[in-house]
């Protein structure tokens, strides 16, 4: 696929068709999920839904060490 045609399918600017490419080589499905859980996870714990530091040191350090 030309990448004008993956940054249509995907909805994204042809700018960032790289990045989805070197990610997509990267990190499979499980990892992927997990990143974007962790993330959500630490976003919670942002915004004072879920408050405790556990949670906190947990996600940064998983977020960081790519696991």
Do not use: M
């Amino acid at each position: 696929l030309q990448q004008s045609e993956i940054a249509s399918a995907l909805k994204i600017g042809g700018f960032f068709i790289k990045d989805y490419t070197n990610a997509a080589k990267r990190y499979n499905l499980q990892q992927t999920q997990k990143a974007i859980h962790l993330i959500h996870e630490y976003n919670l714990n942002a915004i004072g839904l879920r408050s405790t530091i556990k949670l906190q040191t947990t996600a940064i350090v998983n977020l960081s060490s790519g696991t």
